[in-house]
């Protein structure tokens, strides 16, 4: 008569939908609460010493960042001051050239 159910999936579906009713209600109990509300709080103070690491290794980046910059200018000066030494030796160099030329 009831030739054509299959009663392992119906079986099957009456074992979910009571697992799934008893999962519900464990999850939802008070002790499943508190695990939840310590887990949040571990997660919480997870994230402060995240952010607290992420700002020290910015400002050392951000110190790093400004001492490669004053290396650079510095750099920038000596190369300047070296081309204005070169500049006015060529000139002098020239002016003696022309002078004994002159001569």
Request: charged share 25%.
């Given at each position: 008569?009831?030739?054509?159910?299959?009663w392992?999936?119906?079986?099957?579906?009456?074992?979910g939908?009571?697992?799934?009713s008893y999962?519900?209600k464990?999850l939802?109990?008070?002790?499943?609460k508190t695990?939840?509300?310590?887990?949040?709080?571990?997660?919480l103070r997870?994230k402060d010493?995240?952010?607290?690491?992420?700002?020290t290794?910015?400002?050392n980046c951000?110190?790093i960042?400004?001492?490669?910059a004053?290396?650079?200018?510095e750099?920038q000066?000596?190369y300047d001051?070296?081309?204005?030494?070169?500049?006015?030796?060529?000139?002098?160099q020239?002016?003696?050239s022309g002078a004994?030329?002159n001569?």
């Amino acid at each position: 008569m009831f030739e054509w159910i299959n009663w392992k999936k119906v079986g099957l579906f009456a074992g979910g939908f009571l697992a799934g009713s008893y999962g519900v209600k464990l999850l939802s109990s008070k002790d499943a609460k508190t695990v939840y509300t310590h887990t949040t709080a571990a997660a919480l103070r997870m994230k402060d010493t995240v952010m607290k690491d992420v700002t020290t290794l910015r400002e050392n980046c951000e110190d790093i960042a400004a001492a490669a910059a004053d290396i650079n200018e510095e750099r920038q000066r000596q190369y300047d001051a070296q081309m204005i030494e070169d500049a006015k030796a060529i000139l002098a160099q020239a002016q003696e050239s022309g002078a004994e030329a002159n001569a």
